[in-house]
Nanobody, 122 residues
């Protein structure tokens, strides 16, 4: 089974940057899509970004397109999310996820990370 450990969250001022990391272990990692969802207090969890196992295709939510960049280093079993030009509305708990491609964006994934808090102050 895949296990995911997240890091890189923190407090940043509006306009700043953060980089999240998601380290994975398990035999099926190289065949899984990976990405992030996020959830703000009192709101539903929402899709943020996905990357295929080969890194050849990505999908971004409209709200983060042009500001966030996902990358995948299979040699290190790690996925990164570079977040630039952060806005207060980006404040949420960010959850790394891994799973088959077909249902990933709907949140039907195989494994969730523990979550990491991102707070953007105005």
């Amino acid at each position: 089974q895949v296990q995911l450990v997240e890091s890189g969250g923190g407090l940043v001022q509006a306009g700043g940057s953060l980089r999240l990391s998601c380290a994975a272990s398990g035999r099926t990692f190289s065949y899984y899509d990976m990405g992030w969802f996020r959830q703000a207090p009192g709101k539903l969890r929402e899709f943020v970004v996905r990357i295929t196992w080969s890194g050849s295709s990505t999908d971004y939510a409209d709200s983060v397109k042009g500001r966030f960049t996902i990358s995948r280093d299979n040699a290190k079993n790690t996925v990164y999310l570079q977040m630039n030009s952060l806005k207060p509305e980006d404040t949420a708990i960010y959850y790394c996820a891994a799973g088959p491609s077909g249902l990933f964006k709907q949140g039907l994934v195989s494994t969730w990370g523990q979550g990491t808090q991102v707070t953007v102050s105005s």
